[in-house]
């Protein structure tokens, strides 16, 4: 069975038991491994796709993950890949604020710090916020070169939109641009 070939060699056996019966019963499993479940998942993603249960705790895991520098770009694009991109929009529709674009075209913003920016998978449709990320990036990691960037997706383009703290495009866009932000807007107190 699928199931025993799980790679469930970081979980605790009271874990990996909880986490199978979940999967058995077609039910998020990562409220039982919650500081485990991003590497849980990136081990097993192949198979969890195989067993229908890897849309359903893959965004949940992701979105609460904050920092990504140790998983390489390409290998969490690879997983969103693996997703069935209905599955990912039933489970996490793309939110549409914006009647201009009719839902088809989507400006994002992404708020970066540190000595490289990485042009990962998760945007906003707020400038605002994508200026906080970028001092809240600061802040909490020590960095410096704080800078915002933004594109312009169709919404086929986007695998799902999740809404852990706010609307969180999960896109891996071909293009962007810096923004010119001043540097005295790159603050925790922005008003939300």
Not at 4 to 16: K, Y
Not at 24 to 44: M, T
Request: hydrophobic share 40%.
């Amino acid at each position: 069975m699928l199931l025993g070939e799980l790679d469930c060699s970081t979980l605790l056996g009271s874990e990996a038991a909880q986490v199978k019966e979940a999967i058995e019963r077609r039910d998020e499993f990562i409220g039982y491994i919650p500081s485990k479940a991003l590497e849980f998942i990136l081990r097993n993603y192949r198979l969890l796709a195989e067993l229908r249960a890897l849309e359903m705790n893959w965004v949940p895991a992701y979105l609460h993950a904050s920092h990504f520098n140790a998983v390489p770009l390409s290998v969490l694009q690879e997983v969103f890949d693996t997703c069935n991109r209905d599955t990912l929009q039933e489970h996490f529709p793309i939110y549409v604020g914006d009647h201009f674009s009719r839902g088809e075209r989507f400006s994002l913003f992404r708020g970066c710090a540190g000595p490289e920016h990485r042009m990962g998978m998760s945007w906003t449709s707020s400038l605002d916020k994508a200026i906080w990320y970028a001092a809240h990036h600061a802040a909490y990691y020590k960095l410096e070169n704080v800078a915002v960037y933004a594109t312009v997706v169709n919404r086929s383009e986007i695998y799902c939109c999740g809404d852990h703290y706010d609307f969180d495009y999960i896109v891996h866009p071909k293009t962007w641009w810096k923004v010119a932000v001043p540097a005295s807007e790159f603050r925790l107190d922005r008003p939300r």
